[in-house]
């Protein structure tokens, strides 16, 4: 009876197979980073989407027509849109009712989110303007969607409201109310 060599993988076999792993896992790393930040600049877009439809709601149900007016103190920054249980007053006036503010004004990271409309005691005209973590997406020129903002300012030369968002030379999403 003949004994049969029994044959393993080499040294050299074996490093070659962890290398290409290694490498594998490192590419799939890459592009989950990317598609979670596209993930919760999605989430931010609905948010801005959600207050855009509960400003609406709200503009129906007053008397005289008005949006939630800025605070005086925000002047032409608009006010911040917080997280946590509550939004910020003047979208405080729309949580319960309209809104819930854990759906629309959540938000775990530091990105600037801010309101804004046209004036004071009366409020015909809002901006909704939240900064998004992806820089990849393609800008528009009018209307809602993706704008880039430049020293300091989102830069809307098509539309009466534009805001101070405090975003620098990032893109931010924003919401025009009414067009």
Known sequence: ??????????????????????ILAALIIVSL???RAKAQDTQRKNNARNLNTALEQYYLDQSPASYATNATSAGVDGVSIIN?????????????????????CQDPTTLVRRYLTDAT??????????????Q????????????????????TPNEDTTSSSGISGARAFVVYGPQ
Do not use: H, Q
């Open 33 to 35: 980073t990317g598609a």
């Open 136 to 155: 990849t997406e393609g800008v528009v020129n009018t209307g809602n969607g993706v704008y880039t903002a430049a020293s300091g300012v989102v830069d």
């Open 121 to 134: 005691p009366v409020a015909t005209k809002y901006t909704i303007v939240w900064s998004l973590a992806a």
């Open 84 to 104: 946590g249980a509550t939004c910020t007053a003047p979208l405080a006036s729309l949580v319960s009712t309209y809104i819930t503010a854990a759906t629309a």
């Open 1 to 22: 009876m003949k004994l049969r060599k029994l044959r393993g993988f080499t040294l050299i076999e074996l490093l070659v197979v962890i290398a290409i792993i290694g």
